[in-house]
């Protein structure tokens, strides 16, 4: 038995358990990325959730913008940047779920040519939209809009989505049913993919407590290839994990990242082939 599970199995002792969760619901209410609790639907997990502050990211308190970010990239970004690389062409069209002010298209602008006439759209909450409108008159960005409806999107190439899909209560697969026309390309990066069961916990956003999922791996990745997408490429995303206590092998230790391409029309045979990618190995961040 692992040093790590073994301690955990201690906390289910019921008196130590009681004190640690006491301790551990006092340090939830104060540090920003805590987890606490398995809950079966956002609902059950907004019910749970400390009184103190507002409850889901949908609240007009939370304003996150990562202006910063539009200025740099992390580790993690460099396989977005691999594939988009490749994939990004003349009329590319990209549909960038939650990607705030545009910190995506901004930073990434350092590294990739892009096509004069690319589009670039942004789908996000109301009040951050505002300010990426306000930002993008400011920085020219002539090829950025914005929308707040997913479905709302015409005719994207791409779809990038970047830690924001375990926030939805809407599944990915769900919301790609409500496009008129499913991208092609799907690049996914900070989603909290494991071996077990699939399951809901609330987690310490800031300036609000958010419902959030944790995926199966094999249930999310099939959910995708049931729609016509072949998994091309994984990575591993260091840095960002989801640690549940008082629920031993309930944690995902690593984020991941992947990258699918529709190869084929559900129903039918695609009607042409697409490229081939130069490999299939694990792309590092």
């Known amino acids: 038995m692992?040093?790590?599970?073994?301690?955990?199995?201690?906390?289910?002792?019921?008196?130590?358990?009681a004190l640690r969760e006491r301790r551990y619901e006092r340090s939830f209410r104060d540090h920003l990325g805590l987890h606490r609790g398995l809950f079966a639907d956002f609902a059950e997990a907004r019910r749970s959730a400390p009184s103190c502050k507002p409850v889901g990211m949908e609240s007009p308190e939370y304003i996150d913008h990562h202006t910063d970010r539009a200025d740099y990239i992390q580790a993690y970004d460099y396989p977005f940047l691999f594939w988009l690389d490749r994939i990004l062409g003349q009329g590319s069209n990209v549909l960038d779920l939650g990607g705030n002010i545009g910190v995506h298209y901004y930073a990434y602008a350092r590294y990739l040519e892009y096509p004069a006439d690319l589009s670039w759209v942004v789908c996000e909450l109301p009040n951050i939209v505002r300010d990426g409108q306000r930002?993008?008159?400011?920085?020219?960005?002539h090829n950025l809009t914005f929308i707040?409806?997913?479905?709302?999107?015409?005719?994207?190439?791409?779809?990038i989505a970047a830690g924001v899909l375990q926030y939805i209560e809407e599944s990915l697969a769900e919301q790609l049913s409500s496009l008129h026309q499913l991208p092609r390309h799907l690049l996914l990066n900070k989603l909290p993919l494991y071996e077990g069961e699939p399951f809901v916990t609330l987690q310490n956003s800031g300036p609000v407590y958010a419902p959030q999922h944790v995926f199966n791996r094999t249930q999310f990745v099939t959910s995708l290839t049931d729609l016509g997408y072949e998994l091309i490429d994984t990575w591993d995303v260091p840095g960002f994990a989801c640690h549940v206590p008082f629920h031993p092998g309930r944690s995902v230790?690593?984020?991941?990242?992947?990258?699918?391409?529709?190869?084929?029309?559900v129903g039918c045979t695609a009607s042409s082939t697409p490229p081939q990618p130069a490999g299939n190995s694990t792309v590092a961040p």
């Not at 230790?253 to 029309?265: D, I, N, P």
Request: glycine letters at 4%.
């Open 2 to 17: 692992g040093t790590t599970l073994a301690r955990e199995l201690v906390t289910l002792i019921p008196p130590v358990r």
């Open 253 to 265: 230790h690593r984020y991941s990242g992947l990258y699918l391409r529709r190869t084929r029309s």
């Open 135 to 141: 930002i993008a008159r400011e920085r020219l960005a």
């Open 148 to 159: 707040t409806q997913f479905s709302d999107a015409i005719e994207s190439e791409i779809l």
